[in-house]
């Protein structure tokens, strides 16, 4: 008879044993093919118009989102009257007087436009125009060395040098930054002196005429009280170069950077008054952040988030880049998540920690909606014990030439910050998922610098712990073929799931997560 009892009583004991390791896969597996397509078909739909930061399409999409939120049961941050965090975007309109430089007037629209970040200076006086190749300023090549500048206009070209095949300051095969932010050369002028910037675009003939009307009416921005210092950008095109350096010296110049060959050692000035003078306007369109939660239980004052930016390009004309994988995937990954999440608490297995569920906007535009929170957190950061942000987990990678191509995932950002991630990651994955946890864009030395460019980062600069999700790059992306129908649902589902236990583990384990590695490396 003891021996009948001492086995049942094993028996139970391991049978809650084995229930208790099953409960999280067990809402792990309310995240569905079905339910991620349900939703993905309405976020990357038509209606939503690309999702544009700031336009109506980006609106609608944060209105679902909210709806869904609302359905599944989560709590609205009280500090913030409802689900939605507000910032303010900037939108400039500039009515232009007068450029002359020499005894020439230039046209507005037809010589020249101006860039829509340009600052408040209604009237810009100078008395001399310098040649500084690429405006580059960076470790690996600088286009200002033993150059002066402070108080004159500097005229700066498009893109950046290479040698052997191979951008300089990459020193890869795929440009820097430098090649296509004008932003970073225009901050780069401003912090050796320059008092203005002609911008020489040699990918035009002319002004396109798409811009000498649209800048009037700029695009949007995002305001930055802590931001670098802005110049008026004068953008021209190639033709009016010969004006500024004589014929000779343009065609030579455009013929070395035709070539991509180094600027930085021409030396090239002229003597020549310029004066630009215009007027500006500015106003004000409100974007948002969608914010849900569910409250912990004994440790409700720790936080686990989980990410996405729900944001992509809008339209361009009649053409809509839908944003299906980019970052529909994610948006609607987190949707799911916060169902399985509230399905467990109402069944009585609610997470330790409180969990939010944060979709951002303004990512395509330069990571605005997380920026913005991480300077106005409704949730203290300190507190915050990791960030699990997905962008992108709906395609395959077709570069992805080894391995199971259909199983896996891009893991960011897991030995950085904590070293509590990754044996968690690693362990969650080993025992429900087995997906192949794959490092390649984890080295912050990265051409493609994914550690930087996307929204965890603004977590990982405040010192939060992150893990970011990612597929690759295919060829729909950024395109306007990157549709609901091309997801690998499958794949999808099971990315999702994995994201969602290892959240289920750090929501639910005794301590928060080791801040004990410091953040190296910053694109500010």
């Given at each position: 008879m003891k021996n009948y009892f001492l086995t049942a009583a094993c028996m139970l004991f391991l049978s809650s044993v084995v229930f208790a390791q099953d409960t999280e896969w067990k809402y792990a597996?309310?995240?569905?093919?079905?339910?991620?397509?349900?939703?993905?078909?309405?976020?990357?739909?038509?209606?939503?118009?690309?999702?544009e930061t700031g336009t109506e399409g980006q609106r609608k999409a944060a209105a679902y989102i909210e709806s869904q939120f609302k359905k599944i049961?989560?709590?609205?941050?009280?500090?913030?009257?409802?689900?939605?965090?507000?910032?303010?975007?900037?939108?400039?309109?500039?009515?232009?007087?007068?450029?002359?430089?020499?005894?020439?007037?230039?046209?507005?629209?037809?010589?020249?436009?101006?860039?829509?970040?340009?600052?408040?200076?209604?009237?810009?006086?100078?008395?001399?125009?310098?040649?500084?190749?690429?405006?580059?300023?960076d470790k690996n090549y600088s286009d200002?060395?033993?150059?002066?500048?402070?108080?004159?206009?500097?005229?700066?070209?498009?893109?950046?040098?290479?040698?052997?095949?191979?951008?300089?300051?990459?020193?890869?095969?795929r440009p820097s930054r430098w090649g296509f932010s004008s932003s970073m050369k225009l901050n780069a002028a401003a912090e050796h002196g320059a008092k203005g910037v002609?911008?020489?675009?040699?990918?035009?003939?002319?002004?396109?005429?798409?811009?000498s009307?649209?800048?009037?009416?700029?695009?949007?921005?995002?305001?930055?009280?802590?931001?670098?210092?802005t110049l008026d950008m004068i953008s021209m095109a190639p033709s009016q170069m010969s004006y500024l350096f004589d014929v000779e010296n343009a065609n030579s110049i455009f013929a070395y950077a035709k070539e991509k060959k180094s600027l930085n050692l021409i030396s090239l000035s002229k003597k020549i008054k310029t004066q630009l003078s215009f007027q500006k306007s500015t106003t004000t369109v409100m974007a948002s952040n969608v914010i849900g939660y569910i409250e912990g239980t004994d440790k409700k004052d720790e936080y686990v988030f989980l990410t996405a930016h729900y944001d992509h390009l809008g339209k361009k004309g009649?053409?809509?880049?839908?944003?299906?994988?980019?970052?529909?995937?994610?948006?609607?990954?987190?949707?799911?998540?916060?169902?399985?999440?509230?399905?467990?608490?109402?069944?009585g297995h609610g997470p330790r920690r409180t969990i939010v569920f944060m979709t951002v906007s303004g990512e395509e535009k330069g990571?605005?909606?997380?920026?913005?929170?991480?300077?106005?957190?409704?949730?203290?950061?300190?507190k915050t014990t990791v960030d699990l942000n997905t962008d992108m987990i709906g395609r395959l990678d077709p570069g992805r030439t080894y391995g199971d191509s259909t199983n896996y995932v891009y893991v960011v950002g897991d030995d950085k910050l904590s070293s509590d991630l990754n044996p968690i990651s690693v362990s969650v994955n080993n025992k429900f998922t087995k997906l192949e946890l794959d490092y390649k864009f984890n080295d912050p030395k990265d051409p493609e610098r994914i550690y930087f460019r996307s929204d965890h980062y603004n977590f990982a600069r405040k010192g939060v712990p992150i893990i970011f999700y990612f597929d690759g790059i295919h060829k729909d992306y950024h395109k306007p073929t990157d549709t609901w129908d091309k997801i690998n649902y499958d794949v999808m589902e099971k990315r999702a799931r994995f994201i969602f236990l290892t959240a289920w583990e750090m929501a639910n384990r005794n301590e928060m997560l080791k801040r004990d590695i410091p953040l190296t490396g910053d694109v500010r």
């Open positions: 597996e309310t995240i569905t093919q079905n339910d991620l397509k349900t939703h993905l078909k309405i976020i990357a739909s038509a209606e939503m118009e690309g999702r049961g989560l709590l609205a941050p009280k500090s913030l009257n409802g689900y939605q965090q507000y910032y303010p975007l900037l939108k400039d309109t500039i009515i232009p007087k007068l450029l002359k430089i020499g005894d020439k007037e230039f046209t507005y629209g037809t010589d020249y436009i101006l860039q829509g970040t340009s600052d408040d200076t209604k009237d810009l006086k100078a008395n001399e125009i310098v040649f500084v190749g690429y405006g580059i300023n200002y060395t033993d150059k002066d500048v402070k108080g004159k206009i500097v005229l700066i070209l498009s893109g950046e040098p290479q040698v052997d095949g191979n951008y300089i300051v990459s020193g890869t095969k002609i911008y020489i675009n040699t990918s035009w003939t002319n002004i396109p005429p798409n811009l009307n649209s800048t009037r009416s700029t695009n949007l921005y995002f305001p930055r009280s802590n931001g670098k210092p009649d053409v809509i880049y839908y944003g299906a994988d980019d970052d529909g995937s994610g948006t609607v990954s987190v949707l799911e998540m916060a169902e399985a999440f509230a399905k467990a608490k109402a069944e990571l605005w909606g997380s920026e913005y929170y991480s300077e106005h957190p409704v949730f203290p950061l300190e």
